[in-house]
């Protein structure tokens, strides 16, 4: 749910017209999602999934944690009824764009990134999508693809700057979900009893998981200092939340949270291309597909 931040980056592209600037985009996890929309020219609409659609027990649910066969957290209702029949996405305009859609997942056999692209039908786009999202356990049992079994990208690339510096691109904008300065959290007791499940079933996952609080935190210094220098080949600027912004936890399903959530990736983008003030009726407008006020926001 803490990807509804970067949708809203992703919004501020849309709306400013600057989509057509950049050469590929990259998304792990909730930013796959939000770069698919994005490349279908849909941000903001997509951006409204998160507020509107998947803020319930549909979709999040933590008594299926004591289920068997019933994730927390159900993938096939985002992608199978709302990205397909609510909020449809449009597959072919990704299929036919100019600007090439990446999308990462965490291959189990392997234990690597795993690149997804050049999709020919929606239903390779939706393949990819259920991959990319697919949290150790939270989201159910790994997807098989191919001879493969595929997790959430976020194992082993959560912000997917390597890949794109590995392809040769020399100039990234990075979009960050939690405000500056804030990098993830110790482990609680929930997830230490996934990290045991892990493992026993997918060490080489759980491996990757503990080495990602210590590579996560350096991924973060780098960019930001990246970001400060303005040193390149290669030129990169990390975009994130003020300080003062609250993090959007990742099982979050208040509206009036999520929307502000929506408001501040916005705001942070927007403002970085643009000196012309904006209200916050103006950002509601641009996240509503029918313009409705969708917040008591002053």
Do not use: W
Not at 44 to 64: A, E, S
Not at 108 to 137: D, G, K
Not at 191 to 201: H, T
């Amino acid at each position: 749910m803490r990807g509804l931040v970067t949708s809203g980056m992703g919004t501020a592209i849309e709306e400013l017209g600057l989509l057509d600037a950049f050469d590929v985009v990259f998304g792990t996890s909730a930013g796959a999602f939000n770069g698919a929309y994005l490349v279908a020219r849909q941000a903001n609409y997509g951006g409204t999934i998160y507020y509107q659609d998947i803020n319930n027990h549909k979709f999040i649910d933590l008594r299926r944690f004591f289920i068997p066969g019933k994730p927390v957290m159900s993938l096939d209702f985002l992608v199978n009824e709302v990205a397909t029949h609510h909020k449809v996405l449009c597959c072919q305009a990704i299929i036919d764009s100019a600007i090439p859609l990446v999308i990462l997942a965490s291959s189990v056999r392997h234990l690597r990134p795993v690149h997804l692209r050049s999709f020919n039908t929606p239903a390779e786009i939706y393949q990819a999508l259920l991959a990319t999202a697919r949290m150790p356990v939270i989201a159910g049992r790994p997807l098989p693809v191919g001879d493969d079994l595929l997790y959430d990208g976020g194992v082993f690339e959560s912000i997917p700057f390597p890949s794109a510096l590995k392809e040769g691109c020399t100039h990234l904008l990075v979009f960050l979900s939690r405000p500056t300065g804030v990098t993830i959290s110790d482990p609680n007791l929930l997830s230490n009893g996934l990290s045991k499940f892990l493992l026993r079933r997918f060490p080489g996952i759980y491996d990757a998981l503990e080495e990602r609080r210590t590579s996560y935190p350096e991924a973060i210094a780098f960019l930001d200092e990246k970001t400060k220098s303005c040193d390149g080949p290669p030129y990169i600027f990390a975009v994130s939340p003020p300080p003062s912004a609250h993090e959007v936890p990742r099982l979050e399903k208040n509206r009036q949270k999520l929307v502000e959530g929506a408001i501040v990736g916005f705001r942070s983008v927007y403002r970085l291309f643009c000196d012309k003030p904006i209200r916050v009726h103006e950002v509601l407008h641009a996240f509503s597909p029918d313009g409705v006020n969708l917040a008591k926001t002053p």
